[in-house]
């Protein structure tokens, strides 16, 4: 039964995957930071806060030799994540009920995840979380902890402020995010067009409209909301033995440290110190937000980027190629619509590779070995070359494969847990751990059908039944792009 003391329970926070709290993403930043973080494929992973475990869940079953807990305060979420696991066969993974200030013994794991809950909950359960990291986490672990900071956690809280004035009396949850936003428009309508104050409310209402009102609800209107800033956060995980390692994922290119003066500026104030260097780069960023991993105040953590481990690593492009003009040899455009205009042979060779192999992934062996038969050579300027595709997005590095096929199957299996989550909801998990849109009811009804016991010819009878209103060559034609559409998200399983 729902208890009084506990708002996830009376309204249900909509989970889903987290791409960035993905072991194979934690281990590519420990990587690079030089660390040596555990195989993805056997790695013990804990997560404070699971919710329903629908974070928790396809990483579970993505990663069959790995072995997944998760915990959290509300009971009917964690019920919920049960009933899935049940039903899905699932024997890698365990989810409790449980209150932080009270877990003890549970284990190492080479993996810790507390997404959305560091800046949300008082300080005895901020620092209870950061003990359990530091108690849980084997030697070589790494822990995502997530959490609002400043210096926009104050543009936030102004924000907030706001709302609570209006909607803190209102007992309906729905009522008072309405009511909330409602009375955050009418500040926002108050102002002039291109007044500074209206700019910098209305971009925090655009950011609370596009999202569900359940998270609205718990993120912005319930609970102790405090950010933080950096130093503040990095000094805390020191305290419970802990240090930062990188952010879960490298800053985007337009980042203020890439930019030369600001870089100087920040090593002119900061005399080599990285938490102060951060914490400068935060002003500029304005950051409000912060996904951060940690690891044991033991390690040495490489400040500079390790760029020989990236021939460790595995490479993936999910671009795809056209015809460039002029000196233009080849433009790449990710799904996003971001494009990269190509002049450089050994950049064309490299990317063609990638997205040849997409949705799977090549290791750093298997890509010289083929770009060598083309004189490419692993030196200096060709690791130039991979960290800038890297961080303009259009190389991305792993250490695991996910269990996606090099090709589509003649009976075709998309991942039972997208299924399990395509019966429910508009959007599903794939196996890349990625969320896929499924708002077009045809696809969706095509998905539920992929569970590798049909040929194309018995999922066109399949889809006839159920589609009466469409005729034959619809369907028909249909199917070859939706299975392709499919597999280069990630979402039919590898035969085998
Ligand atoms: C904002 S939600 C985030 C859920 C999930 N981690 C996600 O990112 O979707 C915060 C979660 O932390 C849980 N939580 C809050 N206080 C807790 C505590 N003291 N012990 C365990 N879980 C707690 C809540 O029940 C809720 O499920």
Same mark, same amino acid.
């Given at each position: ?32 930071? +030089? ?10 992973? *804990? ?278 003009? +002029? ?59 991979? *960290? ?70 018995? *999922? ?29 998200? +990630? ?6």
């Amino acid at each position: 039964m729902p208890t009084e003391r506990d708002p996830y329970d009376a309204v249900a926070y909509p989970g889903h995957a987290y791409p960035d709290t993905h072991p194979d993403r934690m281990a590519v930043m420990g990587l690079l930071h +030089g660390l040596e973080p555990a195989a993805v494929e056997h790695c013990r992973v *804990l997560e404070i806060g699971c919710g329903d475990g629908a974070n928790l869940i396809p990483m579970a079953y993505a990663i069959p030799g790995g072995e997944f807990v998760g915990f959290d305060l509300a009971e009917l979420p964690v019920a919920r994540g049960q009933r899935r696991i049940g039903e899905l066969g699932l024997a890698n993974i365990r989810l409790f009920q449980a209150d932080l200030m009270d877990v003890r013994g549970l284990g190492q794991f080479d993996y810790v995840i507390a997404n959305g809950l560091y800046a949300w909950v008082p300080e005895a359960a901020r620092d209870r979380l950061l003990a359990i990291c530091r108690e849980h986490l084997a030697p070589n672990g790494l822990a995502f902890v997530s959490y609002n900071t400043l210096p926009g956690g104050h543009v936030r809280n102004m924000v907030r402020e706001m709302m609570f004035a209006q909607a803190d009396r209102i007992e309906d949850p729905a009522q008072k995010v309405a009511e909330a936003l409602g009375f955050l428009r009418l500040m926002v309508e108050a102002r002039a067009e291109g007044d500074p104050f209206r700019a910098v409310v209305e971009h925090e209402l655009k950011r609370m409209e596009q999202r569900d009102p359940r998270v609205v609800f718990h993120d912005e209107l319930a609970g102790a909301g405090r950010p933080v800033s950096f130093t503040e956060f990095a000094d805390h995980a020191r305290k419970n033995g802990l240090q930062y390692v990188s952010e879960s994922v490298l800053p985007p290119p337009n980042d203020p440290c890439f930019q030369r003066r600001i870089v100087d500026k920040a090593e002119e104030m900061t005399a080599g110190d990285r938490i102060a260097e951060e914490q400068v780069y935060d002003f500029a960023r304005m950051r409000m937000y912060r996904e951060t991993l940690l690891c044991h105040r033991e390690r040495e953590v490489s400040g500079e980027m390790c760029v020989e481990a990236l021939t460790r690593m595995r490479l993936a492009s999910q671009a795809a190629a056209s015809d460039g003009e +002029g000196d233009v040899l080849r433009v790449f455009t990710l799904p996003g619509g971001i494009r990269m205009e190509s002049r450089h042979r050994n950049t064309v060779l490299l990317m063609e590779t990638l997205i040849e192999a997409w949705p799977r992934s090549v290791p750093f062996a298997e890509l010289m070995e083929t770009l060598g038969a083309s004189g490419v050579e692993a030196d200096g300027e060709f690791f130039k070359l991979l *960290l800038q595709l890297v961080v303009a997005r259009m190389v991305e590095l792993h250490v695991w494969q996910a269990p996606v096929g090099g090709s589509i199957s003649e009976r075709p299996r998309a991942s039972a847990v997208l299924r399990q989550e395509a019966v429910a909801e508009d959007h599903a998990t794939t196996l890349l751990h990625a969320a896929l849109l499924l708002n077009d009811p045809l696809v969706r009804e095509f998905v539920l059908l992929l569970d590798g016991t049909r040929d194309r010819a018995e *999922l066109l009878a399949a889809l006839r039944e159920k589609r009466l209103d469409l005729s034959d060559a619809n369907l028909a034609e249909g199917i070859e792009p939706t299975l392709r559409m499919l597999h280069r998200t +990630g979402v039919l399983l590898g035969d085998g």
